[in-house]
């Protein structure tokens, strides 16, 4: 394992909430990740920020009677606060606004026209004459060249993930009016000159998604096209050359991963680039940007000569759907983050996010009954029965003191071995991706425990019930490190309960296969973990959700 990293998610962009969505793709699975590497001892950064140039922000600020900027930076500190309440422990959060972003960018586009990566066409843009504007992106809508699909976005498919070169039938989102063409000067990046190059790439990165990059492979071998980088608005970082335009959002944003991580790295006295380029280098996104992130980011990073290194992770997961429909903000499809914290800890839309989120680019669906179910059955009927029984039985047999276990019997020695290989079965998931399994490698090791201390019956106070204690209760305290990533309140509670010194981020991972707990320690006070979800909430949070529907 390298022994630094720098870990990034999709920036949110600084136009609206953070829902479930979000958090389901990108950055819980990033924030689980990086707390697994500190327990590495991988000296692991978090950084993200608001994304926060383009068009829709720039009309939705004017129709707030707001500045962009101000406008921004509600969202800026909205997203923060949101990510915080759920435990999304960023080292550091920032904005594609940011000075450094913006000198970074414009450097990066120096080097690359210098390089021969840039060059300038007329192009036929867009204009709506009812509207008065010229209509970039988002606010055109038509039939996608590549798979037909019918009202389709003209700067991206989401039926088939392309990038449509020209969209069919184009229409003005605003009014629905066909627009017409007007003549504008453009800046066009070259990606076509980057097919071998990101061909290696992909064929030499073995940490790559083979199932993503399989599908990356026949983009480029169908044809790369070149890439309109300008856009006709005042909001954005402006082009050296031309004051008129600023860069398209997808040019600038992906560049605020270095350019944040080199601020925060240089202000910590840390040299940022030269760390950037021996670190491990992950981006965790959605399925729906994987074009931007396997080819235009890394043709970008190529165009400039590996000045700041590639990516060896793009952990890319798919969409969270919401009762099995997609999530959509506008029909009001969707459950903020904040309002859902308002219903459940952290802790339980964490774990179960986690545990039904794949490392793969299949869909997963937040079902109300099912995420009732699992938090009943699971997180109370399975983990919190089963560090109750332990520490329960301790206080009332033992008086809280964990007793001398006596010699060790086959089943004993069988479950002795579990603790010892907890923290390599589990690591070894982590360090795949493969989250959700690793989850469930450690809800089977407490639900082991669970039968293990059933079967011994220590209430009967037979000749086996000191190492029965014993052992569970070390298989506890190897159970609070080992969910600390997925679950952190929950194991810090759990590490109250058992008494135990320091905080479980100072540990090792390596500690969750120690017998950390000698006997003669004395326990804390034991209380239950999780508070059952009640069927009657989950109706009500339901029906919240079923008018707002047809709005
Ligand atoms: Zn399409
Ligand atoms: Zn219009």
Redesign the pocket.
């Known amino acids: 394992m390298n022994k630094k990293a720098i870990i990034t998610s999709a920036l949110p962009y600084a136009n609206g909430e953070i829902h479930l969505g979000h958090v389901a793709s990108t950055y819980l699975p990033a924030d689980v990740t990086t707390r697994f590497l500190k327990l590495n001892g991988v000296e692991a950064y978090y950084v993200c920020a608001s994304d926060d140039f383009g068009t829709p922000i720039l009309i939705q600020s004017e129709k707030e009677g707001k500045t962009p900027a101000e406008y921004v930076a509600h969202w800026n500190k909205r997203d923060y606060e949101d990510f915080s309440a759920f435990n999304i422990e960023f080292d550091y959060f920032y904005k594609t606004s940011s000075p450094e972003n913006i000198a970074f960018v414009q450097d990066v586009f120096t080097k690359l026209n210098d390089a021969g990566h840039i060059y300038e066409k007329e192009i036929i843009q867009f204009y709506c004459n009812n509207d008065k504007k010229f209509l970039p992106d988002r606010y055109v809508k038509g039939q996608?060249p590549?798979?037909q699909?019918e009202d389709?976005y003209s700067d991206l498919?989401e039926?088939?993930g392309?990038v449509p070169d020209e969209i069919i039938n184009p229409k003005c989102s605003l009014c629905g009016q066909p627009p017409t063409k007007e003549k504008s000067k453009h800046y066009f990046f070259k990606l076509k000159n980057f097919g071998d190059s990101l061909t290696k790439w992909l064929d030499e990165n073995e940490n790559l998604q083979k199932d993503v990059k399989k599908y990356v492979q026949n983009w480029i071998k169908s044809g790369l096209i070149d890439w309109d980088i300008t856009r006709d608005i005042s909001w954005g970082v402006p082009i050296p050359l031309d004051n008129t335009k600023v860069f398209y959002g997808w040019f600038d944003n992906h560049l605020a991963y270095i350019s944040t991580a080199v601020k925060f790295l240089n202000d910590k006295g840390i040299d940022g680039k030269e760390f950037w380029n021996s670190a491990d280098i992950y981006h965790f996104i959605g399925k729906d940007i994987v074009y931007h992130h396997f080819l235009f980011l890394p043709a970008m990073r190529l165009g400039i000569n590996n000045e700041y290194k590639l990516p060896d992770y793009i952990p890319t997961r798919g969409h969270l759907t919401l009762q099995a429909k997609k999530i959509s903000k506008s029909r009001n499809w969707y459950i903020g983050l904040k309002e859902f914290l308002g219903y459940y800890p952290a802790d339980y839309l964490r774990y179960y996010l986690i545990a039904i989120n794949p490392y793969s680019q299949d869909d997963l669906n937040f079902d109300w009954n099912d995420f009732a179910t699992r938090i009943n059955s699971e997180l109370i009927g399975n983990l919190g029965n089963f560090v109750n029984r332990a520490l329960g039985f301790t206080k009332k047999a033992f008086d809280g003191k964990v007793p001398e276990p006596k010699s060790f019997d086959d089943k004993d020695s069988e479950t002795e071995q579990k603790i010892k290989n907890l923290a390599t079965d589990v690591g070894s998931l982590m360090e795949q991706n493969h989250l959700d399994r690793a989850l469930k490698k450690i809800m089977e090791f407490s639900s082991y425990f669970n039968q293990y201390f059933q079967h011994k019956e220590p209430w009967k106070n037979g000749p086996g019930t000191a190492s029965c204690v014993f052992l569970s209760v070390n298989a506890v305290r190897s159970l609070a490190i080992a969910l600390f990533p997925f679950i952190p309140e929950s194991a810090q509670k759990i590490w109250k309960q058992l008494a135990l010194d320091g905080n479980i981020n100072e540990l090792h991972w390596d500690e969750i296969s120690v017998l950390g707990i000698s006997s003669g320690h004395t326990l804390g006070e034991a209380s239950p973990l999780f508070a059952k979800v009640e069927e009657s909430e989950i109706e009500k949070y339901k029906k919240q959700l079923e008018p707002s529907e047809e709005k």
Do not use: L
Request: hydrophobic fraction near 10%; aromatic fraction near 12%; charge should be positive.
């Open positions: 996608c590549y798979c699909a389709q498919c039926s088939c392309r």
